[in-house]
């Protein structure tokens, strides 16, 4: 029972640093990228960060096309930073499931993996939150 107890301890923490270590080494990567001052690479960036931005599409529904489409290339990191977005945008358990459901429907069975993996993510988003 002990045992039992410890592995399901060690499993809470390690779902509680899940997002920290995420954020922390995309941060700190994207710092070593950028300091190189490879013109292209900002560019790239840059052009990533203003997709993003308000415009004829919100926020909000880029970001959920973006989830969209990094679940059917099946890019963990991208769904992890765009399911991040997401939350502070305040979309809601029941849009991102629908989100997963048009990725999967759109990308077939092998998406299926990566949607366990990104529930798991937005359940430790929610869990954090509250």
């Known amino acids: 029972m002990t045992s039992t107890f410890v592995l399901l301890h060690a499993k809470i923490e390690e779902m509680a ?6 954020n922390d080494y995309r941060a700190r990567m994207n710092e070593v990228i950028l300091g190189k001052n490879n013109l292209v690479m900002k560019r790239l960036w840059n052009l990533d960060t203003n997709t993003y931005e308000d415009g004829a599409l919100d926020k909000s529904t880029k970001e959920m096309l973006g989830l969209v489409a990094s679940m059917v290339l099946r890019c963990d ?16 358990t029941e849009q991102v499931y629908e ?7 759109v990308g077939g069975t092998i ?20």
């Not at 989100?99 to 429907?105: E, G, R, S």
């Open 17 to 22: 640093n899940m997002i920290e270590e995420f």
């Open 77 to 92: 990191d991208c769904i992890k930073y765009h399911l991040g977005k997401c939350h502070e945008l305040g979309i809601t």
């Open 99 to 105: 989100i997963f459901a048009v990725a999967n429907i």
């Open 111 to 130: 998406v299926i993996p990566h949607t366990r993996r990104a529930a798991e993510y937005w359940e430790e988003l929610v869990k954090q939150s509250s």
